[in-house]
């Protein structure tokens, strides 16, 4: 594995894209880049006040635009949540980069949702959080081509875990 390397990382709000994605850059000695902060710098609003002075429709739709548009080079790309509807950017994704799949828990993903009320999830107001997380999963799974389950460990630990998965996948 190389610091050459693009790495995706796909799952459920809650699930430690941004967290892990820092600590793996940081252990890559690469660049780290936050999918949602790009939108946000894009939009000039926070995701929940896309959502709440758009709709989510409209948030998945500037996802889109983002992820199509930005230049990849060597990172580790933390995506947000919905990524996985669009068709585009997954297929660009699978193309350029190795997609983990951080895979949580539905326990999990609520009570970290829960510490951050604020979250803006990027689903149809009459979706129940299990809804989308059902919804979702299948998704998540197809693309991925490495998986860890982040319900338990710290951080570091699992990005112990992960480097070695990482390793495996790339000889």
Same mark, same amino acid.
């Given at each position: 594995?190389?610091?050459?390397?693009?790495?995706?990382?796909?799952?459920?709000?809650?699930?430690?894209?941004?967290?892990?994605?820092?600590?793996?850059?940081?252990?890559?000695? /690469?660049?780290?880049?936050?999918?949602?902060?790009?939108?946000?710098?894009?939009?000039?609003? /926070?995701?929940?006040?896309?959502?709440?002075?758009?709709?989510?429709?409209?948030?998945?739709?500037?996802?889109?635009?983002?992820?199509?548009?930005?230049?990849?080079?060597?990172?580790?790309?933390? /995506?947000?949540?919905?990524?996985?509807?669009?068709?585009?950017?997954?297929?660009?994704?699978?193309?350029?980069?190795?997609?983990?799949?951080?895979?949580?828990?539905?326990?999990?993903?609520?009570?970290?949702?829960?510490?951050?009320?604020?979250?803006?999830?990027?689903?149809?107001?009459?979706?129940?959080?299990?809804?989308?997380?059902?919804?979702?999963?299948?998704?998540?799974?197809?693309?991925?081509?490495?998986?860890?389950?982040?319900?338990?460990?710290?951080?570091?630990?699992?990005?112990?875990?992960?480097?070695?998965?990482?390793?495996? /996948?790339?000889?």
């Amino acid at each position: 594995m190389s610091s050459e390397q693009v790495i995706s990382l796909i799952g459920f709000p809650g699930s430690g894209k941004s967290t892990l994605g820092i600590l793996l850059a940081k252990r890559l000695g /690469t660049d780290f880049v936050d999918t949602d902060i790009l939108i946000q710098n894009q939009e000039q609003s /926070t995701l929940a006040e896309i959502i709440a002075q758009r709709d989510h429709v409209y948030l998945r739709q500037v996802e889109e635009q983002v992820l199509l548009d930005m230049p990849i080079h060597p990172s580790v790309i933390s /995506t947000g949540g919905s990524v996985v509807y669009s068709p585009k950017v997954m297929a660009r994704l699978t193309a350029v980069s190795t997609v983990v799949y951080l895979s949580a828990r539905l326990d999990t993903v609520e009570f970290r949702i829960s510490l951050a009320p604020d979250r803006g999830i990027a689903s149809a107001k009459e979706q129940s959080l299990a809804d989308i997380y059902h919804e979702r999963v299948p998704l998540y799974e197809r693309f991925a081509s490495v998986t860890i389950s982040v319900d338990d460990g710290t951080p570091e630990a699992l990005i112990d875990l992960l480097m070695v998965k990482l390793d495996t /996948t790339s000889r």
